[in-house]
């Protein structure tokens, strides 16, 4: 590798290098890797050259991420710094933030070193990472198809090897499937963990925090700061399955990936979890829905017209969603958790395809593709599980990836996948 372009790619690279070589570094990768404007489409703030070295200069180099640079999804707070959740007007209703986040708080803790805030799809409510107020964000190596959303600033800045590490969030699959577009390592925590508890949210009832890393040694430290584990005693069991509408291309990389983890469901398994999942999507859709529009019905008739259409219309859809339609979406709920319980007392994980397809094209970010990409998330979103994405190479040198799920985010099933992974 040329010395000019490529340095500090690891963690351990970028702890290596002094706090202003560090910030010089991580502003001209900026430069370098993204045209102007996608640095506007990925990038909600950047910290001044000499601010940033300042940051580092101060980090706890004996922490566990200590000198790390990270990037974090404009949907958590830092103190004196507006958060806009990738929209037109957030700032103008909600007070300037007076404290930080948990999140950002426990990356201090950590050693790791805020470098800026990512853009995100409008106010986390889709998938595709397009934003009409600061342009869509693409895949930094595949200009035209999409980083995925909604964490897409995020996903396209590690992709671009930009920054080691950022945060992202995950309700329907935001970190899942730009990790998988991206040829990311992506992990998506559990609801209500107090790292997403004080995040603007879309749906509490589904919204995790997560992060993206491109090596899996650096995941794993990641892992082991934020969430911490249990070490693997015993080869973990879990099966693969063979789910979704997948190209074909997808279903045989995906299949042959798989072989690392675990063997095909067999088909009992398989029917009964096909079965279990089907109600997933249209329960995540409608508690999605009433979830966001409560949250947003204050404001929502004032700045309608500052709203990305399509939010408006999913809006709409919580606004004036059958108290009954809700009801049956929980009921759902229920019994698709009730079917991963039953799951998890015979396995320790399960594989799915992460993407049913590779990183779209903006003619191809159509409401079926969308359907399609949420039929292989929303399993484990209303589950409440927590999920380790590994990417997958395709034979066109794009990429997807498979959901490694399992039941609690300290399961040494996360660490022992990584080490297979590598």
Request: neutral net charge.
């Amino acid at each position: 590798m040329a010395h000019e372009t490529r340095i500090a790619v690891t963690f351990n690279d970028w702890q290596q290098l002094a706090p202003v070589a560090a910030a010089r570094e991580l502003h001209r990768r900026v430069r370098k890797s993204l045209p102007r404007a996608q640095q506007r489409a990925a990038i909600a703030s950047l910290r001044p050259e000499v601010q940033l070295a300042e940051v580092f200069s101060r980090a706890d180099r004996a922490a566990p991420l200590g000198g790390v640079p990270f990037f974090l999804k404009d949907l958590f707070d830092v103190v004196g710094q507006p958060t806009a959740a990738g929209s037109s007007f957030l700032p103008e209703v909600r007070p300037m933030p007076a404290h930080d986040s948990a999140i950002v708080e426990k990356m201090r803790q950590n050693g790791a070193v805020l470098a800026g805030k990512t853009q995100l799809h409008e106010f986390a409510y889709g998938i595709t990472g397009e934003n009409p107020h600061r342009g869509d964000c693409e895949h930094p190596h595949f200009p035209g198809r999409t980083s995925g959303g909604s964490s897409s600033g995020s996903a396209a800045l590690v992709a671009a090897e930009i920054t080691p590490l950022a945060i992202g969030t995950d309700t329907g699959g935001s970190i899942r499937v730009p990790a998988a577009f991206c040829g990311l390592y992506g992990f998506r925590q559990t609801p209500r963990d107090p790292l997403i508890a004080d995040a603007v949210p879309l749906a509490p009832s589904f919204d995790t925090a997560g992060w993206f890393t491109k090596h899996s040694s650096d995941m794993a430290a990641t892992l082991s700061a934020l969430v911490g584990s249990t070490p693997v005693t015993t080869t973990p069991r879990g099966c693969y399955l063979e789910f979704g509408q997948l190209d074909a291309e997808v279903a045989a990389a995906c299949v042959a990936a798989s072989a690392r983890f675990a063997p095909v469901a067999d088909p009992s398994t398989a029917a009964a979890l096909r079965q279990a999942f089907a109600p997933a999507l249209e329960a995540y859709h409608r508690i999605v829905a009433a979830e966001a529009w409560s949250f947003h019905a204050g404001w929502f008739d004032p700045y309608r017209s500052r709203y990305d259409p399509a939010v408006v219309q999913r809006l709409e859809r919580g606004r004036t969603l059958p108290a009954a339609e809700l009801v049956q979406a929980r009921a759902d709920v229920a019994s698709v958790q009730a079917a991963w319980a039953e799951y998890f007392q015979r396995f320790d994980f399960l594989v799915l395809p992460a993407t049913p397809c590779a990183a779209l094209t903006k003619a191809d970010c159509t409401a079926a593709n969308r359907a399609r990409l949420l039929t292989l998330t929303t399993p484990a979103s209303v589950g409440g599980l927590p999920v380790l994405t590994i990417p997958v190479p395709l034979p066109s040198g794009l990429t997807t990836g498979l959901q490694v799920i399992a039941p609690d985010p300290k399961s040494p099933v996360f660490s022992w996948a990584l080490g297979q992974a590598a």
